[in-house]
């Protein structure tokens, strides 16, 4: 093959390729920068509801629902009972 041939070979593989890593590295550029800034509305999201969770005096939720119930120190009820099997020995 001649050196024409070899460089147009090389240009047709090779440049969809470099078009393609060129186009994905600026989306994963805008991508973390995207990121950042999800980040960063979930922290000041998280801010807010802790103070909002400091600053409540009550129990009741804000919307107006049914207050939290007090923990209790009981143990909690056996719903089943649980039945023990020996082991078996493999033959």
Do not use: H, K, Y
Request: hydrophobic share 50%; charged share 15%.
């Amino acid at each position: 093959m001649s050196t024409t041939t070899d460089a147009l070979t090389t240009a047709v593989l090779l440049a969809p390729g470099m078009a393609l890593s060129a186009a994905v590295l600026i989306s994963q550029r805008r991508g973390r920068a995207e990121s950042a800034a999800v980040l960063q509305v979930l922290a000041d999201s998280a801010a807010q509801r802790a103070n909002r969770a400091a600053n409540a005096a009550g129990t009741a939720p804000p919307d107006g629902g049914e207050p939290t119930l007090a923990p209790t120190a009981d143990a909690p009820a056996r719903l089943a009972t649980v039945l023990q099997f020996r082991p078996r020995n493999a033959a």
